[in-house]
């Protein structure tokens, strides 16, 4: 089970004896003056990390006087360093740069930055090379995030249960803070730190109001006293009704002077407690949640009330877009659009609009948002789930780098082809100056933190792709199972193409062609189809596959809830019609014929059923693999995945029955003969 704890950051000794004698030479004296926290922080990980993985204390140096000098600083700790000024301007605040590099005749290797966490970041990438096997002998890196608030949103409660989590409770012991510090509190900020996380939201966004009391934020600010050190921000959900709950007033309305003054208080307050503090993220109005609707104002009264309360502390509001009610009766998908385009252009400029990648909520597959793009005068947030609340727990295997990189890919054609997302969230498309990107953690206690050991890839996944949403999913496997398990090659291979195609396998067994929203509801775990009964239509499954004798799929064209308005042409012109639509949202915007031809020749129906055949099919293919792994890394971890997927499989297997038998009983066509029987 400890080799789950460690997650990326194991150090291992390197076992290829060339690169192991060839690492030793390149850092046999460091040079690394300094004494701030984060600079400390950055050495220990780096004289522990040669430690582990070299054997290895480089001798402290004060000026270089031999080859293999390591040189590491910034150019107020550092001379050498700043002689460096292109790179130096180039890395910005948090940027770094990675070099081999003559000084004074002597070969050495140089991590320079502007900042301390520009250095911190630099050591832990540093360290990366090593752990994957890089050649150290002619490095030049030059690195920069391209998003600037790169935060995790933990859906934490205060008693320790996690909104949709699912490996253990809370790591936040709230009872025990701000007292006790546990040391698992320093690890999670050397993880984050790792792959460039700078903020944390530690409470869940359906938020309780004690969070902001007095005794809450002198715990918090002990968890921001131990992430501060590795450059990451804390953040709270503000519950919208809190200056009633915890300030005794009789309102929250946004433009009432006395809860506006009881935020700047709170805020001040705050601030007093934790001076970096990143500011506050808000659900409101969406289900249940309280919000400025509930006094008739809108999202702009509400953001931009808090707005004004954290920016004497230059704190951020992060209102989130994520809105949906029986408002919109015809079509849930698009409530968030019609509330806040309308509102463009009118928050304060330390408001950011947070939004999932898609409009309804987490799908295996949805289309990118159609708020990307459109909120031109409005920084926009991505939202991703790392947690995989509707993608099988943390019991099946499911990559979700490719996930995340076709939202950041899609081109909303905004301003034009190459429109793309990830351009508006870079704040790329308008200039904006804010920027973020949003995971839902897939944090807990689990010794292994995440449940799964895979899962683990998700959190380094997301991180990777906040600072540079073009890193492809398959480099970041890469170094991840390098760091993680292995360099064998003859692992690497496999395990790497098995994660590849892990989410599309898992889209072929939930919800394939665009089909969305047919989870058991509730737990949303295994299939539920079926429902059709609960309080609210737009719960039931039934509303989002509308399945007939006719056919199956959402008619989100203009003769149906007309959703595809929201998209700029010419994407709304390809999703309006079924020969233009990509296969993978087919069912997403139209209602299909049973008997529709496919592109493939099939019918829908057959089409379908072949995705479900092929998802159980793939499931299988990664047992395969996976069991030829033995003895390639520890038993412990590969027994444990080994027998994830044997719960994967008989789950892929519940769903693609479920699903199949449930449709057949609209489409009454047959399921192949040759096929496994659904039972
Ligand atoms: C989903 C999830 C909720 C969560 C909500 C949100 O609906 O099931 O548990 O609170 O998203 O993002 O606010």
Known sequence: AEDGYRLWLRYDKVQNSTLYNNYRQSVKQMQFNGSSPTLLAAKRELTNALQQMLNLQPALVNSVTSNGTLIVGTPKTSANVAKFSNDIAAAGDEGYFIKSANIN???????????????????????????????????AINESPKIKMRVLNHW?????????????????????????????????????????INGAVVNNVNASA????????????????????????????????????????????????????????????????????????????????????????NHVDGANMLADA????????????????????????????????????????????????????FQPREPFHPLFGAMRKTPLMMEFQITQEYLGFSTHLVYLAPMFKETLESDTYAKGKGSTVAKDIEGQLDKQTLSGMAGVANIGSDVNWTGHPFAQANWYAFGRLAWNPAQSSEAIADDWLRMTFTQDNSF???????????????????????????????????????????????????????ADSAGVGFDRTSTGSNAVAQYFPPVRDEFEHIETTPEKYLLWFHHVSW???????????????????????????????????QGKIDDARYNEVKQLLAIQEQEAVWWRNACVLYFQSFSKMPIPASYEKPD
């Not at 007093?272 to 509930?294: C, L, R």
């Not at 704190?315 to 509102?343: H, T």
């Open 105 to 139: 005749g002597k070969s050495c290797l140089m991590i320079g930055a502007n900042t301390d966490k520009g250095i911190l970041y630099g050591v832990f990438n540093f360290l990366k090379l090593l752990q994957t096997g890089q050649s150290l002998q002619s490095v």
């Open 156 to 196: 934490d409660n205060l008693d320790r249960t996690v909104e949709r989590g699912y490996a253990g409770s809370s790591i936040w012991k709230w009872h025990k803070l701000p007292g006790y510090i546990d040391p698992r509190y320093i690890d999670y900020a050397r993880a984050n730190a790792s792959i460039g």
């Open 210 to 297: 004690i969070s902001l009391t007095k005794d809450y934020l002198i715990k918090a600010s002990a968890l921001a006293n131990v992430f501060r050190t590795y450059g990451i921000k804390i953040y709270l959900t503000a519950r919208f009704s809190a200056p009633i709950e915890i300030g005794g007033l009789k309102t929250a309305d946004p433009l009432d002077a006395g809860v506006r003054q009881w935020w700047k208080d709170k805020a001040d307050e705050i601030y007093k407690y934790i001076p970096d503090f990143g500011g506050f993220i808000v659900k409101a109005n969406s289900e249940g949640q309280p919000g400025p609707q509930t006094y008739n104002r």
């Open 310 to 361: 954290l920016k004497p502390h230059n704190g951020i509001v992060m209102w989130r877009a994520f809105v949906y009610d029986d408002k919109v009766p015809d079509d849930r998908a698009k409530q968030a659009y019609n509330e806040f385009k309308p509102l463009d252009g009118q928050f304060s400029d330390n408001v950011i609009v947070q939004v999932k990648n898609g409009a309804i909520d």
């Open 492 to 546: 690497i291979k496999p395990v790497k193409a098995l994660m590849l195609s892990s989410r599309e396998t898992t889209v072929d067994y939930m919800t394939p062609l665009g089909l969305h929203h047919i989870m058991g509801t509730g737990a949303h775990y295994g299939p539920g189809p079926w429902v059709g009964n609960l309080a609210r239509p737009d719960w039931n499954p039934t509303y989002y596959h509308k």
């Open 595 to 629: 008997k529709h031809t496919m592109p493939s020749g099939k019918t829908l129906w057959q089409e379908m059923v072949d995705h479900y055949y092929r998802g159980v099919d793939s499931v299988r293919n990664m047992q395969k693999t996976w069991s030829l792994m």
